[in-house]
C-alpha cells in the first residue's frame, strides 16, 4: 500500500487501459488506486492483464523563495476573509488561528511603508482583532516593525517552516527506526479515515472547542486553486477521536497541519500513521513537496520531522502593533 502503481486492464472492447496512481487498497477482488487528480479508481482485478511498481512523480523544484512557500501555505489555510493590499493579504477568520488572523508580505504593497502599516491597523482595529503581521525573521519587514516597537509572541510566537520531497517522507516513514527511534515499532496499524467535511470530535480534539461557522470555513472551506482532506482515527472502544490531521494541495505544494493526537494515545505511531495517510492522499495528486510548521522550541517534534527528511526552509514570526499611544504614532509615521 502507499506505492505509486500502473495497472495495465482489459476493456469491454479488447483494449487495454493504464490506471496511474497510488495504490491505497487491494483484495481478491478489486485494487483502489488514488489518481493525480484525487479520484479512485477501482480495477476489477479479473480483468488485469499485468501491474508493476513505478517511481514516485519527481518534484517539481529542489528550491522555492519564501515567498512561494508560505504564499501556497496561506492559500492551504484559508482565511473567512482576505483583502489584497498590493502583494500584502490582510486576512482575518475572527480569531480562530493566528495564521487566519494576520497580514503576510509577500510582495510589496504600492503604498509608503507608514500608509501600508495605517492600512493593517485599520483593517485590524475595525473588526476587534489585534494588528499582527507575519513575518520572515530577518527580513526587511520583520527589522521595521521590530524598530517601531511590534512585538513578536502568542502562540507560535516563532515557527520553523519545513520542508521536504514527499516520496522521501514517506520511504522514511516506512522504516520504524526512523519515525519512533531505534528499538520501538513504526507506523501504528490503524485505519486513518479521509473525509471531506468535519466529523464529530474532530475540532473538539484540535481545539477543545465545537466547531462554528468560522472554524468550518476555515478548515473545510474551499482551498483556492487548490484542494485538502481531513484526516482521523477512531477510538475503536467507541470512545471518540485518537488522532486528527489536515493537508491541502495548492501551488504544487502539500501543506500539512492540524497534527494533533490524545494525550493518552501518544507515542504509539498514530501521528506518524495520520501523516502518512495524508501524503499518499498528496502523492495521489502528483504533489511532489511538503511543507508543514512546526514551533521552534518542541524539541520532539524537530527530532522527528528531521529524521523523516525534512529541513528548515526559513523561520517565520508573528509580530503584533504596540498598545501604547506613543508607540502606535511611531508605528505609523516611522518611514521606511
Given at each position: 500500500?502507499?506505492?505509486?502503481?500502473?495497472v495495465?486492464?482489459?476493456?469491454?472492447?479488447g483494449?487495454?487501459?493504464?490506471?496511474?496512481?497510488?495504490?491505497?487498497?487491494?483484495?481478491?477482488?478489486?485494487a483502489l488506486?488514488?489518481?493525480?487528480?484525487?479520484?479512485?479508481a477501482?480495477?476489477?482485478?479479473?480483468?488485469?492483464?499485468?501491474?508493476?511498481t513505478?517511481?514516485?512523480?519527481?518534484?517539481?523544484?529542489?528550491?522555492?523563495?519564501?515567498?512561494?512557500v508560505?504564499?501556497?501555505?496561506?492559500?492551504?489555510?484559508?482565511?473567512?476573509?482576505?483583502?489584497?493590499?498590493?502583494g500584502?493579504?490582510?486576512?482575518?477568520?475572527?480569531?480562530?488561528?493566528?495564521?487566519a488572523?494576520?497580514?503576510?508580505?509577500l510582495?510589496?504593497?504600492?503604498?509608503?511603508?507608514?500608509?501600508?502599516v495605517a492600512?493593517?491597523?485599520?483593517?485590524?482595529?475595525?473588526r476587534d482583532l489585534?494588528?499582527?503581521?507575519?513575518v520572515?525573521l530577518?527580513?526587511?519587514?520583520?527589522?521595521?516593525?521590530?524598530?517601531?516597537?511590534?512585538?513578536?509572541?502568542?502562540p507560535?510566537g516563532h515557527?520553523?517552516?519545513?520542508?521536504a520531497a514527499?516520496?522521501?517522507?514517506?520511504?522514511?516513514?516506512?522504516a520504524p527506526?526512523?519515525?519512533?527511534?531505534?528499538?520501538?515499532?513504526?507506523l501504528?496499524?490503524?485505519?486513518?479515515?479521509?473525509s471531506e467535511e468535519?466529523?464529530?470530535?474532530w475540532?473538539e480534539l484540535?481545539?477543545?472547542?465545537?466547531?462554528?461557522?468560522?472554524?468550518?470555513?476555515?478548515?473545510a472551506?474551499?482551498?483556492?486553486g487548490?484542494?485538502?482532506?481531513?484526516a482521523?482515527?477512531?477510538?475503536?472502544?467507541g470512545?471518540g477521536?485518537?488522532a486528527?490531521?489536515?493537508a491541502?494541495?495548492?501551488?504544487?505544494?502539500?501543506?500539512?497541519a492540524?497534527?494533533?493526537?490524545a494525550?493518552?494515545v501518544r507515542?504509539r505511531g498514530l501521528?506518524?500513521a495520520?501523516?502518512n495517510?495524508l501524503?499518499?492522499?498528496?502523492?495521489?495528486?502528483g504533489?511532489?513537496?511538503?511543507?508543514?510548521?512546526v514551533e521552534?522550541d518542541?524539541e520532539g517534534?524537530?527530532?522527528l520531522?528531521?529524521?523523516l527528511?525534512f529541513?528548515?526552509?526559513?523561520?517565520?514570526?508573528?509580530?503584533?502593533?504596540?498598545t501604547?499611544?506613543?508607540?502606535?504614532a511611531?508605528?505609523?509615521?516611522s518611514p521606511?
Amino acid at each position: 500500500m502507499g506505492q505509486r502503481v500502473v495497472v495495465r486492464a482489459r476493456t469491454g472492447d479488447g483494449r487495454f487501459s493504464d490506471t496511474l496512481g497510488v495504490l491505497e487498497a487491494l483484495d481478491a477482488r478489486r485494487a483502489l488506486v488514488r489518481r493525480r487528480d484525487g479520484s479512485l479508481a477501482s480495477v476489477d482485478l479479473g480483468v488485469v492483464v499485468a501491474a508493476r511498481t513505478v517511481p514516485p512523480a519527481p518534484p517539481r523544484r529542489l528550491h522555492a523563495s519564501t515567498e512561494e512557500v508560505d504564499r501556497a501555505g496561506a492559500a492551504a489555510w484559508p482565511a473567512t476573509e482576505q483583502l489584497e493590499l498590493g502583494g500584502w493579504l490582510l486576512r482575518a477568520s475572527a480569531g480562530f488561528t493566528q495564521r487566519a488572523n494576520c497580514a503576510i508580505p509577500l510582495g510589496e504593497s504600492g503604498l509608503s511603508w507608514p500608509d501600508t502599516v495605517a492600512a493593517v491597523l485599520a483593517f485590524y482595529r475595525h473588526r476587534d482583532l489585534a494588528p499582527t503581521v507575519q513575518v520572515v525573521l530577518g527580513s526587511p519587514e520583520d527589522t521595521q516593525l521590530r524598530d517601531e516597537g511590534w512585538v513578536a509572541g502568542g502562540p507560535g510566537g516563532h515557527v520553523l517552516v519545513r520542508v521536504a520531497a514527499l516520496a522521501e517522507v514517506r520511504a522514511r516513514l516506512a522504516a520504524p527506526d526512523q519515525v519512533r527511534g531505534p528499538g520501538r515499532s513504526g507506523l501504528a496499524q490503524v485505519e486513518v479515515q479521509l473525509s471531506e467535511e468535519l466529523v464529530p470530535g474532530w475540532l473538539e480534539l484540535y481545539r477543545g472547542r465545537s466547531p462554528g461557522p468560522v472554524e468550518r470555513g476555515v478548515l473545510a472551506g474551499p482551498v483556492p486553486g487548490g484542494q485538502r482532506v481531513l484526516a482521523h482515527v477512531r477510538d475503536p472502544a467507541g470512545a471518540g477521536l485518537l488522532a486528527v490531521g489536515r493537508a491541502a494541495a495548492v501551488g504544487g505544494w502539500l501543506a500539512v497541519a492540524a497534527l494533533t493526537v490524545a494525550p493518552q494515545v501518544r507515542n504509539r505511531g498514530l501521528g506518524s500513521a495520520v501523516l502518512n495517510a495524508l501524503l499518499g492522499w498528496g502523492g495521489g495528486l502528483g504533489i511532489g513537496w511538503v511543507q508543514l510548521q512546526v514551533e521552534a522550541d518542541n524539541e520532539g517534534a524537530n527530532r522527528l520531522y528531521s529524521r523523516l527528511g525534512f529541513s528548515t526552509h526559513h523561520s517565520i514570526a508573528w509580530r503584533r502593533a504596540p498598545t501604547t499611544r506613543a508607540g502606535l504614532a511611531e508605528a505609523q509615521t516611522s518611514p521606511r
